[in-house]
């Protein structure tokens, strides 16, 4: 039973270049929710999804940043254009419910580096 | 206020040490209040889900006290792999979770 999978690990781009990021939930997970973490910072909520649905997109930057989930494959966040300041560990979890019930998972993280 | 506010920390404690860590939360209407546990570099982890009536899992006790919107973390005779960072969760109202910054412990030999 495998667990959250994210991929690539590690991502290194160039500043204007399109960085995807991508999260397969868990088996029987259909919420998933992405966080980013600058160095030595806390976790900061981007958006929360359910298949082929933003449910809250709240922590999304207005511009650049997009996040899918559809109905097959995996989960995406999607980063265009992307500025050194987007070098962050980006966090995917996943659970099997919803509200009341967000016992969340994480994947080991893709780690962004702009240069 | 901030959502989710933490001890700052870090906590650096002789083994076998008894240590609490403390968290308050702004929203009166959350309904959900978690422990993760993150490894220098590595995902979070969870470390156990809090209950209004207290829950204890080994050398591990939650607490959480809804009037005063307060969580607490009790970790009795200290390892050395308790060494880490502990982040208190809060369930928002439209289902994600909110992390506090986290309380760095350290435990020494």
């Known amino acids: 039973n495998a667990g959250v999978m994210q991929n690539p690990r590690h991502l290194v781009r160039r500043r204007g270049q399109e960085a995807r990021l991508r999260c397969s939930p868990m088996k029987g997970h259909s919420h998933v929710y992405w966080y980013r973490q600058l160095p030595e910072e806390g976790l900061k909520f981007m958006v929360y999804l359910q298949k082929e649905n933003i449910i809250d997109e709240s922590g999304m930057p207005k511009e650049r940043f997009s996040a899918e989930f559809p109905k097959e494959g995996p989960s995406i966040l999607r980063i265009q254009q992307v500025v050194r300041g987007d070098s962050a560990a980006y966090f995917c979890a996943s659970s099997r419910n919803g509200p009341l019930n967000t016992e969340a998972f994480f994947g080991q993280g893709t780690r962004l580096t702009v240069v | 206020r901030k959502e989710v506010e933490q001890d700052p920390g870090p906590f650096n404690v002789p083994e076998g040490a008894t240590v609490a860590f403390n968290c308050t939360y702004s929203?009166?209407?959350?309904?959900?209040f978690f422990w993760y546990r993150q490894d220098c570099r590595k995902e979070p982890k969870l470390l156990m889900s809090v209950y209004s009536s207290g829950n204890e899992d080994g050398r591990f006790t939650a607490q959480l006290n809804r009037a005063s919107q307060y969580i607490s973390l009790l970790i009795r005779d200290s390892k050395l792999s308790d060494s880490a960072t502990y982040l208190c969760v809060v369930g928002g109202s439209q289902g994600n979770l909110i992390f506090g910054k986290g309380t760095k412990l350290s435990v020494k030999p």
């Open positions: 929203n009166s209407a959350s309904q959900s």
